[in-house]
């Protein structure tokens, strides 16, 4: 046992090593440079496919898909959210509609709209802007909602039915991540990924479509070897797991968190995080968690802040509406 012990720490040294000398060589080599992964456009792309998928829905003798979105308060950032939802929506081609409610309202007054709209035919997908108050429980709201009409892929069922392989509605942002990998051509199968946060919504579903089988019943699979670390997993640790990873995602909200000595030349590194900092002049910007600047310089793909992972979750909720709403109408054909 001390032998392979002695032979590990051998190998591990001998690895760190070759990766350092690689590293100093990529950041020396003015032909590395990361090829940008553009959400704008690939998020473009999506939509006008549902554009063309929804008018064809219609043709079909369907009605037009519908959206209510939920939002409690008057938090500028959430508002802007939702806002660019329901424009999105409506260039789907998908009714879209905003309910504002002021943060005086009482748990028990939500969860009564969403009963009533979890009962509306007409409303096929529900959108709970988050967060919502802290006088109102996260989870109680989320689990209100229709597992049918539940477009942000937070209900317990659709979270259940995801970590089975079953086909389900899967959160946006972390099917938008998927896609990008997809539509990027990016190869997963067999190959070592890292994903920095355990989030339910984000971190955790991202890692087990990258894992999953691509023959289980969902077809979201990736055949990835994956790693979870998260805020808490020690540096050097971290360093060691994405030296070695050819895939990065890393969603934790911790600025420049990823250095470029943490990345394998050639690795796919997709930043989920977005901070938003006030720099030496005292302006303010959006930032995520990889040092880009510099990061750039030695990754294989790249995507930026903003205009990477972000345009792709709303791509992926109006996905996930027209997806709502042919589930929705299989189940209205079955009962009749």
Known sequence: MRQISCLRLVSTLLTSTMRSHTYTESMGSARIMAKLLDGKKISKDIKDELKSQIQD??????????LQCIIVGNDPASHTYVRNKVLAAKYCGINA????????????????????????????????????????DERKICNAVSPFKDVDGFHIVNVGQLCLDMKTIVPATALGVIEMIKRSGIETHGRRAVVIGRSKNVGMPIAIMLHTDKKH??????????????????KEDLEFYCQNADIIVTATGIPSL?????????????????????????????????DYDE????????????????????????????????????QRIKIQ
């Open 57 to 66: 829905w219609v043709n079909e003798g369907h009605r037009v898909p519908s």
């Open 97 to 136: 509609e905003t309910i504002k409610f002021e943060d005086t309202i009482t748990e028990e007054f939500l969860l009564n709209k969403i009963k009533e709209l979890n009962e509306d035919d007409e409303v096929d997908g529900i959108l709970i802007q988050l967060p919502v108050p802290d006088t109102m």
């Open 217 to 234: 019943e969902s077809g979201l699979g990736m055949d990835a070897t994956v790693t979870i670390c998260h805020r808490y997993t020690p």
């Open 258 to 290: 990823v250095k470029a000595n943490m990345v394998k030349p050639g690795a796919t590194v997709i930043d989920v995080g977005i901070t938003r900092i006030t720099d030496a002049e005292g302006k303010t910007k959006l930032v995520g968690d990889v």
């Open 295 to 330: 990061v750039v310089k030695v990754a294989g793909a790249l995507t930026p802040v903003p205009g990477g992972v972000g345009p792709m979750t709303v791509a992926m909720l109006m996905h996930n509406t027209l997806q709502a709403a042919k589930n929705l109408s299989e």
